[in-house]
């Protein structure tokens, strides 16, 4: 099974709403990435959150880490079309502060 | 600024062959990762290095795999006697610390199909 689930698996959205993807764990998440990918291509690095509760926002993009440490959700404000692509959670599972475990990753739609 | 650089970024092979990738990471990061992306999953950890040592491999990177950073700079990855579940996206990472934390930045990836 995976150490990191992400769900929904793949979404399509119109232009202009908001949207919310999820990335589960069983463990703590010491340190935890989000990147996006276009397909083909390399990771882009979007954010990274490491104490519970915390929450940083990059444009129309918001990421957020529970209390817990163990989930973490990213949320598109009015998304358009180059938010589409693969979004792909990334944690240190460890507290090594080294090799990353990733999600499936969520292939995002975005609908003109 | 010059971010993670791979090359090449495809290969084609016949199985049996041998096949070496390059990565050259950022220029002040002393960390340097490894990972492989099937179609449909995220990448999966290979090996990394601080500086010219290798500090951890993944059990996924088998006798035929093998990694080196000569120096503390560039990497290389050779997969001796490729077979057919090889094909795959190779990616290459370095990292900065941020906030008491690594941060990694990949390469574009060096895509690999074993024929």
């Known amino acids: 099974s995976q150490e990191l689930e992400q769900s929904p698996q793949s979404l399509i959205v119109q232009e202009g709403k908001n949207l919310t993807i999820n990335c589960t764990s069983s463990k703590t998440l010491y340190g935890l990435y989000w990147y996006k990918q276009k397909y083909g291509e390399g990771l882009i690095f979007l954010m990274m959150?490491?104490?519970?509760?915390e929450e940083k926002s990059h444009e129309k993009i918001t990421a957020k880490l529970d209390e817990k440490k163990q989930q973490s959700s990213l949320h598109i404000t009015a998304s358009q079309p180059s938010h589409a692509g693969i979004y792909l959670c990334g944690a240190d599972l460890t507290g090594a502060n080294s090799k990353l475990t990733f999600g499936k990753g969520i292939t995002l739609s975005v609908r003109p | 600024d010059t971010g993670v650089s791979q090359d090449p970024r495809h290969k084609i092979t016949k199985r049996g062959q041998n096949v070496t990738f390059r990565c050259d990471p950022i220029?002040?990061?002393?960390?340097l990762y490894w990972y492989r992306q099937t179609l449909g999953q995220g990448p999966e950890f290979l090996t990394y290095?601080?500086?010219?040592?290798?500090?951890?491999k993944s059990r996924l990177l088998s006798d035929r795999f093998s990694a080196e950073r000569p120096k503390g700079s560039f990497s290389t990855l050779e997969i001796q006697r490729t077979e057919q579940g090889d094909s795959a996206m190779y990616l290459c990472?370095?990292?900065?610390?941020?906030?008491?934390?690594?941060?990694?930045?990949f390469g574009p990836g060096t895509r690999l199909t074993v024929l």
């Open positions: 290095f601080q500086n010219e040592a290798q500090l951890e």
């Open positions: 990472a370095s990292s900065s610390r941020q906030e008491l934390r690594d941060t990694q930045y």
């Open positions: 220029s002040e990061h002393n960390r």
């Open positions: 959150l490491q104490k519970g509760g």
